[in-house]
Nanobody, 126 residues
């Protein structure tokens, strides 16, 4: 199995940028399709972005399309989320998640992922 650790969260003003990282250990990251999710206080965890195991295909929630970019470096066992033009509604805990690539491709629900990190807090002030 794979262990995931997120980093890079913090406090930023609206319009600013952050880059989140997800470090994997235990198994090579190329075994997995990967996703980012977020959870705001009092709300359910929601899908943010997805990248296929090869890095060639990505998919985004409408709310972040054009502002966020998901990427991965399988050689380094890392995944990233570049977040630009941040808005207060982007505030939440951000989680990276892994889904065994043998199970198929894009999944936008939490139940579709096998492994999760502990999350990193992102706070966007207005």
């Amino acid at each position: 199995q794979v262990q995931l650790v997120e980093s890079g969260g913090g406090l930023v003003q609206a319009g600013g940028s952050l880059r989140l990282s997800c470090a994997a250990s235990g198994r090579t990251l190329s075994t997995y399709n990967m996703g980012w999710f977020r959870q705001a206080p009092g709300k359910e965890r929601e899908f943010v972005a997805h990248v296929m195991w090869s890095g060639t295909t990505t998919y985004y929630a409408d709310s972040v399309k054009g502002r966020f970019t998901i990427s991965r470096d399988n050689a380094a066992n890392m995944m990233f989320l570049q977040m630009n033009w941040l808005k207060p509604e982007d505030t939440g805990i951000y989680y990276c998640a892994a889904r065994d690539k043998a199970k198929g491709s894009l999944v936008v629900v939490t139940s579709g992922y096998d492994y999760w990190g502990q999350g990193t807090q992102v706070t966007v002030s207005s």
